[in-house]
């Protein structure tokens, strides 16, 4: 599990930002029945029916509706795709995180959590069977194996959370593309400053992919309200 809750922050080294990974787009089109629509994944600030009324505020935002699929490993019967498309099903994002035991959450929270965050990146295994009728068509099923989103000022920063893998995926270096891929989402939507909150026995990986702990003596500092007014 790359988890990215804990006492730690660090910051991406924009120095360290390497092409570690060199998958090709794959524009694979999924039937998913249940889910978040995606309009989430555009950039928010920019409303139709409300124009702003400071003409100097308007920008353009970059469209993240066109950001290809890509294909991260290939085998005969199945295929593991990183999209930041795909519609999003909170029950199989919950069912993840139960199966790194995290603490339960409420799945009403976690959809809202989802619905604004800037960035949601997705891992699925995509596997091929044949199908019982006589025309032996293949039939393909998509199951979610990692997640990591991001939220975001929409300009300059952004922070990594909720960064995901199936236990039966860890240790096949999903983690690192996972990461690695979002990362590069962020850049091409124009947010080069980019932290995330890690535990301590995750620290040196986080490290190995160019974040650094304590950047230039910046320290993350925490405020846990007493809800009992004590």
Not at 29 to 38: A, D, L, M, P, S
Not at 167 to 194: C, F, M, T, W
Request: with cysteine; charged share 25%; hydrophobic share 35%.
């Amino acid at each position: 599990m790359m988890r990215s809750e804990g006492n730690g922050v660090i910051t991406l080294s924009k120095n360290n930002i390497g092409s570690q990974l060199h998958p090709h787009p794959h524009p694979h089109h999924r039937r998913v029945t249940t889910g978040i629509k995606k309009s989430l994944i555009a950039p928010r600030g920019a409303s139709s029916s409300s124009p702003s009324s400071s003409p100097s505020l308007k920008k353009e935002f970059y469209d993240a509706s066109s950001e290809p699929d890509v294909l991260i490993v290939q085998s005969k019967n199945k295929r593991i795709m990183y999209s930041t498309t795909r519609e999003i099903n909170v029950q199989e994002v919950s069912d993840l995180c139960d199966k790194v035991g995290w603490p339960k959450r409420p799945e009403e929270k976690l959809k809202i959590a989802l619905e604004n965050s800037f960035l949601v990146a997705q891992m699925y295994v995509c596997s091929s069977s044949s199908s019982n009728n006589n025309n032996n068509k293949e039939e393909e099923e998509e199951r979610l194996i990692a997640t990591c989103r991001a939220t975001s000022d929409h300009a300059f920063n952004a922070c990594l959370w909720d960064i995901i893998v199936d236990p039966e995926y860890q240790g096949q270096g999903l983690g690192k593309a996972i990461v690695s891929h979002s990362i590069r989402a962020l850049l091409a939507r124009d947010v080069a400053n980019v932290t995330l909150f890690a535990d301590k026995d995750v620290v040196e990986f986080y490290e190995r992919l160019g974040f650094v702990t304590d950047a230039d003596g910046v320290k993350g500092m925490f405020l846990y309200p007493n809800v009992e007014g004590e």
